[in-house]
């Protein structure tokens, strides 16, 4: 047994125990369950700032023990290995498949389902989040972009909304494409030659997919998901991610969302070989600190932990908001003067919590470009992308660490007005022609009529 299974845990950080016939609510997989108590109240509170996510009918039981949630804390914060540690495995990995990925490529820039697929990227429609001007995604994939010279592009996301999930994928696919497309024209090779650097994984400007649904330390597990590619090993198939001998990143506890909108974006990542980046920390250090703030959390907790920047009041002001309105009416009110408005206490701890989630993500995508370079395009709830959110703490974090690093943000929009200006680099306008709702659909159409029928990726993946 290792060092790291035998790290004891924090007295500080013992769960109480579970008394017969009730469920505890600081070992419950996801505090959306119907289990009330003042810590299960709060902590429904602060998963309903995701936003869009229904209640389930039914509670999911624990599947682990509460020793295992006690050592699952522990180790989530033990030291892992740096991004750029595995790197060159991953570039091994990718580089076994390039001859075959070459042979694609003639294929994928003259099939019918695919040029389908640019299509409807060509008329996928957006609004500058200043100006609120209309603006074509293929103008926004060329250098000197703020979209496309980016760091880190985040994008948001209703959970449940599958919509959002389809326009997450077309916008990862136009701006992979667009990578691919420079990385031929800078080595002088067309690009439908069967030769060259493919997929674009293997150029300096490779594209990962950081997500808000996992943590920072299932990173060795979630490469193996997507690069392993052994006959039923790992990375065969996106099944794994949701349960499998493989370490398994068991997605019914620890997401636990609608498998169906999420299995479409580990299959394309899979088989575009796009590394996926666990963002986020374990829930019970979110639990930790909801309960009685930071200054409660254990030193070694603590010290794990970026500094929190909770001095932003309207900032503030949207997540009081949120507890008691919809998402697009808190967000419209933020242009609203704050000088007369003063945080309830009451709701410090919560607001800490929240913050933390956002720092932390900001962290953890600043530590993989840091580490490995590249694009990463960040999924996650529309609230953490928001600039006040993870975009302007990532960039702030690079600051202080001496680097000048940039995020921009791209948030689905379904209000009947508009938010302040500024709020958003983008707005993905969701309804309307060219809205997001319209090409979402006929990406449905599209996989339903190829499921089960040999194709061409990305058609029938999106």
Same mark, same amino acid.
């Given at each position: ?53 229904? +209640?389930?009918?039914?509670? #999911? /039981?624990?599947? !682990?023990?509460?020793?295992?949630? $006690?050592?699952?804390?522990?180790? =989530?914060? %033990? ?38 697929? +640019?299509?409807?990227?060509? #008329? /996928?429609?957006? !609004?500058?989040?200043?100006?609120? $001007?209309?603006?074509?995604?293929? =103008?926004? %994939? ?321």
């Amino acid at each position: 047994m290792s060092a790291m299974e035998t790290s004891p845990v924090p007295h500080a950080l013992r769960l109480p125990r579970a008394r017969p016939g009730v469920v505890s609510p600081s070992v419950l997989p996801n505090p959306r369950t119907p289990a009330r108590s003042d810590l299960a109240a709060a902590c429904a509170a602060l998963w309903l700032l995701r936003r869009g996510v229904p +209640r389930r009918s039914k509670p #999911r /039981a624990s599947r !682990l023990s509460v020793a295992a949630r $006690r050592r699952e804390l522990a180790l =989530s914060f %033990l030291p892992g290995p740096a991004f750029a540690e595995t790197e060159a495995d991953l570039e091994a990995s990718v580089a076994a498949g390039a001859d075959r990925e070459a042979g694609k490529v003639r294929r994928l820039l003259e099939d019918p389902e695919v040029k389908l697929i +640019r299509q409807l990227q060509q #008329r /996928a429609q957006l !609004l500058d989040g200043r100006t609120f $001007r209309p603006l074509q995604l293929p =103008s926004l %994939l060329q250098k000197g972009s703020p979209l496309y010279d980016a760091d880190v592009v985040c994008v948001g996301e209703i959970h449940d909304s599958e919509a959002d999930h389809a326009m997450q994928r077309l916008l990862i696919d136009a701006l992979t494409y667009a990578l691919f497309l420079e990385l031929r024209s800078s080595e002088g090779v067309d690009p439908s030659a069967p030769r060259g650097r493919t997929p674009q994984n293997l150029s300096a400007q490779k594209l990962a997919v950081g997500v808000e649904y996992f943590s920072r330390q299932q990173q060795p597990t979630l490469d193996g998901l997507v690069f392993d590619k052994s006959p039923d090993g790992p990375g065969s198939s996106p099944s794994k991610f949701r349960r499998s001998k493989w370490q398994a990143c068991d997605w019914d506890r620890v997401w636990a969302y609608d498998w169906n909108l999420y299995a479409p974006l580990f299959r394309f990542c899979q088989l575009n070989l796009n590394r996926i980046v666990g963002l986020n920390l374990p829930l019970e250090a979110v639990l930790t600190v909801s309960r009685g703030g930071l200054d409660s959390a254990p030193e070694w907790l603590r010290s794990q932990l970026p500094p929190l920047d909770l001095e932003q009041l309207k900032h503030r002001r949207r997540f009081e908001d949120m507890l008691r309105m919809p998402l697009e009416k808190a967000v419209q009110r933020m242009s609203l003067p704050t000088s007369s408005w003063s945080p309830k206490e009451e709701l410090n701890n919560m607001y800490q919590a929240q913050v933390l989630w956002d720092e932390f993500m900001a962290n953890t995508a600043l530590r993989y470009v840091s580490d490995v370079g590249g694009r990463l395009v960040v999924l996650a709830g529309a609230n953490h992308v928001w600039r006040d959110a993870i975009p302007d703490r990532f960039e702030a974090q690079a600051r202080r660490g001496g680097t000048a690093r940039r995020a921009t943000t791209i948030v689905p929009w379904r209000g009947s007005g508009l938010p302040p200006a500024g709020a958003a680099d983008y707005l993905w306008q969701m309804d309307g022609p060219g809205g997001g709702d319209e090409l979402a659909a006929e990406l449905r159409a599209q996989r339903e009529r190829l499921k089960g029928k040999s194709r061409v990726f990305p058609a029938g993946y999106i």
